[in-house]
């Protein structure tokens, strides 16, 4: 298939396959938009993949002052993690990266972008007041004053939770290794304008791709995917790196719901085909044996093909 | 005592109470500054007090072309943790944050900034190229190369430990928030040239010191330091907030040694001092109970008062 | 009078005074987000005011690709100056800032703002291809592609230009420097999501305010308006600086009617309200000598007083 | 001829022709690193090249809080044109983008990259204090004090100035755009560790090289480069893009002495030919007739080749 808007790029007739995960979607405001950005940029990361990080998690947008119940400027952020792991999570980070943080307070932001909050997950802070905190109204949302160094720290103490999609995802393929590092770049740019989802890989970028479990190394949960690495494609049977083909970057995709992530797919992919050295989009799936969801390229992209 | 240079700040006459922690120190470069930047931002996010985070970590300092094993830019990391737990974050941290990073390499940096490195970790990441990676030699060094998607990861696989200082700190107090904030961005600006050091909470600094226990909840592990919060000056017995002081804030520093502790806390408050607006500087102690590492503000600043 | 949503802090009852000017928005489209605000800032440098720039410029802000005529993520600039002086600013910034720039396509982008586009300023830059250039259509636009280095430049060559706003202002005074210049900060972030608007200055903001002409040095066309610094408040008479006000900052609007002016005001002074520390807020204005245009504060928040 | 350390890249056997230039060099501190930033960036804004600017112009180096006069941190900027020129260059853009900034002041900082200064030019900005501006010294310089809105501004009112070398050239020839253009980023981030040189384009980068004159258009004192244009190699005669080659960025060098400019190319090169993707390096001359300095490629990468 191609892209009616960007010829010579051929995009493979396959589905990208994702799995059901639980979200969170904090909203962190502060004094300005850069003292919001530092806390949620220290509250998203090692959040990269379930695998080896404790959760997945990722700034979704700026939330202008217009639109947050204290009139300051914020960002949305999202965590990702199984029902069982998500509370902990949302606690330790809001707990360690943004009561920590200078001016931050944190509002729940869920129902900005589902329909339906499904669960409410309970996050006290106000304990660490010791009996100094006192609850307060701001901007119609409950929420406890806590005394610390600074002044006074503002937060919600109820976040809400949706069984969300994890591992949305496509492949792009370039003639090198930057021209297909720039279209991820502007992959994720675009994508960054979508709301209700995250890249959680840093930068938004999957450099690594992998299979589950490994043909040699029997320890080990997963291992490079070699059937995509370029330097092995004469090296393996089954490679599906095409002919000329030198660089394949992934961009892994959580969202609130299936819609977000195939506006999410879509707007991402369009973007990396406008970048000059891309080749093949691709996507990746386990046969359905990874998870419920399937994403098939050609309907994400039906508008452009 | 009052600093030569900065007539109206007030230097405390106390200490600030360190402890010992393992601190790694990889090197991460990349393609450009800017792709080692945003890996090494994920691999050390989430991980600004061991209290709640698996581990502290930061980013140290950036490293010229010239002085990276493999010619390119980079920035050295510090995680620091327990000698138990040190080898499994630095093994995560990479494995998750920087081998899936676009176009990283990763190379032990410890002994850029310690005489004697006393303990090396495995971190075994070439089982990742399923039997397709090889070793070679980088700069000098022993490396796994393996294939993954973007084309070769290339790292080294031992990483040096040494037990370092953890909680080396100072306090800024200003006539109003801003201004003992804006202090302690220029005091975080001016730790960031000092090698061997990080600032791990976010942006730097801490807005929410806390002490050990709570006297209300039991169940707490630390709550708010109250003799510290200037809205409960008047509410609480024996506050040491200075009158006049409407905030203040924390800077927390781990170190490879007291050296570079000394050095960063000296270099960060001179650089505070010279905000206008800044009353008061002091430090953390807990009567020795915490930590055998003393820093008595007296000794670090003795050139300048 | 004082915002409803900000007590303590109270808004001065006068005016802004503005007067006309010309201005030309061009869109400047690059390979990804970076790479456009690089062209974008270089463009809009050495542009703070006409008393001693070529023009006032600034960027506006972000246009997404689905927004732009060639699908790829751009930066609106704004360009001021006299009718006679606009068009050599257009060419030349053009020209030597956004043509010399990486990846780099312009498109006018006045109309996207203004309802009716009263002039066109011609920008040949095709004659740079010396025969080489050819003209094109992309995204419903007559281009010219010309043949440069780094493969080809895609620019359009007629530029609204609409007789706009220059000079609309309030000034943010707070009780130290610090407090007044983070409000600034927070009015401009505010201000930058308020679409037809610039804020020429550096970083948006204005230190050191002027009066016209000089009392003292004859040949100076503008100097310091003694009656708005603070070091001078028990030197000078009829000093307009409110008692425990320590520093005062101006932010500068220009804009391509009133109406955008308005908005700016609007949403950067309730922004700035929100900083603790800040006291009081007013707007300059030279009893009509200036210009034809007056923005009451009163007027331009009446929602919020 | 072959970089040691990068097989497969082509050293041309050429030389960079560059012409003499008149240097300024004011160091920019402010309260914080980002502030000084923001002004910095303002002042060497539209100075991209003589032939349509006022000026070049650039952010030469970071100058620490240790470095600078008044112990706060600092940029140094680099401010290039003709010797009649400089003056009034120097006048304007630190009366109109550093005297305006916030929190800034300024001082000379030439003879810390020189070893004799033969000039001084006088900028006389204290008359912007109307009288009310005073005489004093900071860090052992002679500076004025001027009452401005936001307090005071501070500033030395004698710069330095050099006959310096503008032209230093070298360009960057890739497999296809992106991969040029992620080298010429390398470059410039390589460059930037160099003091006393400048890289005065958009992002420091050329993507439209040009030559004198024109051939069709008599009127055009410059135009495109034919010979250097990837899409005109197969239509012009004596195209000098080598086979293979699909973009060609320029890395223009403007230095304080020849010293500079050859430190500067070779650390350019040097990370430009660790891209994957770059192919060839060649560098701009006239056969001489455009100036006096000739930096052959084969002399500044001796120790490379």
Redesign the interface.
């Given at each position: 298939m191609e892209l009616k808007?960007a010829k010579g790029v051929t995009i493979d007739d396959t589905y990208a396959e994702a799995f059901p995960t639980w979200v969170a979607r904090p909203i962190i405001t502060a004094?300005?938009?850069?003292?919001a950005y530092?806390?949620a940029?220290?509250?998203?990361?090692?959040?990269?993949?379930t695998?080896?990080?404790?959760a997945e998690a990722g700034i979704d947008c700026f939330v202008?002052?217009d639109e947050t119940p204290?009139?300051?400027?914020g960002y949305a952020i999202m965590i990702c993690a199984s029902k069982k792991k998500l509370k902990e999570q949302v606690v330790?980070?809001l707990?360690?990266?943004?009561?920590?943080?200078?001016?931050?307070a944190v509002f729940d932001g869920l129902s900005d972008v589902v329909a339906e909050v499904p669960e409410k997950l309970p996050v006290k802070l106000h304990?660490?007041?010791?009996?100094?905190e006192e609850k307060r109204e701001v901007g119609g949302r409950t929420v406890w004053a806590?005394?610390?160094?600074?002044?006074?720290?503002i937060g919600e103490e109820e976040f809400g939770a949706v069984k969300g999609v994890a591992g949305g995802n496509f492949?792009i393929m370039?003639?090198?290794?930057?021209?297909?590092?720039?279209?991820?770049?502007?992959a994720v740019?675009?994508i960054s304008?979508v709301c209700g989802v995250i890249t959680p890989?840093?930068?938004g970028?999957?450099?690594?791709?992998?299979k589950v479990g490994?043909?040699?190394?029997k320890?080990?949960g997963?291992?490079?995917?070699?059937a995509?690495?370029?330097?092995?494609r004469d090296?393996v049977e089954n490679s599906k790196v095409p002919e000329g083909v030198?660089?394949?970057?992934?961009i892994v995709i959580d969202g609130v719901d299936e819609d977000s992530i195939r506006t999410a797919m879509a707007?991402g992919i369009?973007?990396a085909t406008?970048?000059?050295?891309v080749k093949f989009i691709s996507a990746g799936n386990f046969g359905g044996s990874l998870g419920p969801f399937k994403f098939e390229l050609k309907d994400v992209l039906a508008d452009y093909l």
């Open positions: 808007e004094v300005t938009e850069e003292w530092k806390a940029v220290e509250a998203v990361g090692f959040a990269t993949s695998i080896g990080c404790p202008s002052p204290d009139g300051r400027p330790e980070r707990a360690e990266c943004i009561l920590t943080a200078p001016t931050t304990f660490f007041g010791d009996g100094y806590i005394p610390i160094m600074e002044g006074e720290y492949f370039g003639e090198n290794q930057m021209a297909a590092l720039t279209a991820a770049q502007a740019d675009a304008g890989f840093p930068g970028i999957v450099a690594s791709g992998s490994s043909n040699k190394y320890f080990m997963a291992s490079t995917n070699e995509y690495c370029p330097t092995l090296k030198k660089a394949v970057y992934e707007e369009r973007a406008k970048v000059p050295g």
